[in-house]
Antibody, heavy 123, light 107 residues
């Protein structure tokens, strides 16, 4: 049974950095799937932040690219998100999710999600 | 970025009704579209991918159609558990984007 769980501080100060980790169980992150971060705020709805492959390859949303970094730790079966220079606009529920790959270049959308973690940016 | 526009934003219906939600992409995305159901306080749940392929375990009353820029999600006979918010999402190119959501509530 595949399970994803986000962890990290729920409160971050403005201009600081947001750091979250997603711990995956039931499947290896070294499998053929991609691992993403998605956030949801009342003002902007669902927003894809970016994705990481087990090799360390990443793709980021251009709207956040200058502030985002992601990494994968195969030994711990985890992947992580860091978002720098945060403002109140970054307050959201952050989800980690799996983009399933079913065949060569065949994707299906996000089939497994974490429960989400609320991150508030406030002093 | 490809913009995804859903309509309506809110839909009021009754148990047993047939309902359709539409999603329009600002440019062609072939069939690289997914639909999700989200309930309050929960993560989205994948219903359909590749525009019309039903995810395993999803009831057959859900169906998807379309290609290019016009897509639809249909629920053939609404059940009490179906009242939720529905999102479309493309994965044709980066960045992946979502529609703004359609809230399905009880009439």
């Amino acid at each position: 049974q595949v399970h994803l769980q986000e962890s990290g501080p729920g409160l971050v100060k403005p201009s600081g950095a947001l750091s979250l980790t997603c711990t995956v169980s039931g499947v290896s992150i070294s499998s053929r799937h991609w691992w993403s971060w998605v956030r949801q705020s009342p003002g902007k709805g669902l927003e894809w932040i970016g994705e990481v492959y087990h090799s360390g390859s990443t793709t980021y949303n251009p709207s956040l690219k200058t502030r985002v970094s992601m990494s994968a730790d195969k030994s711990k079966n985890q992947f992580s998100l860091k978002l720098s220079s945060v403002t109140a606009a970054d307050t959201a529920v952050y989800y980690c999710a799996r983009l399933r790959v079913i065949q060569a270049n065949g994707y299906t959308g996000f089939d497994y999600w974490g429960q989400g973690t609320l991150v508030t940016v406030s002093s | 970025d490809i913009q995804m526009t859903q309509s309506p934003s809110t839909l009021s219906a009754s148990v047993g009704d047939r309902v359709t939600i539409t999603c329009r992409a600002s440019q062609s995305i072939s069939r690289w579209l997914a639909w999700y159901q989200q309930k309050p306080g929960k993560a989205p749940n994948l219903l359909i991918y590749e525009a019309s392929t039903l995810e395993s375990g999803v009831p057959s009353r859900f169906s998807g159609s379309g290609s290019g820029t016009e897509f639809a999600l249909t629920i053939s006979s609404l059940q009490p558990d179906d009242f939720a918010t529905y999102y479309c999402q493309h994965y044709n190119s980066y960045p992946y984007t979502f529609g703004q959501g359609t809230k399905l509530d009880v009439k």
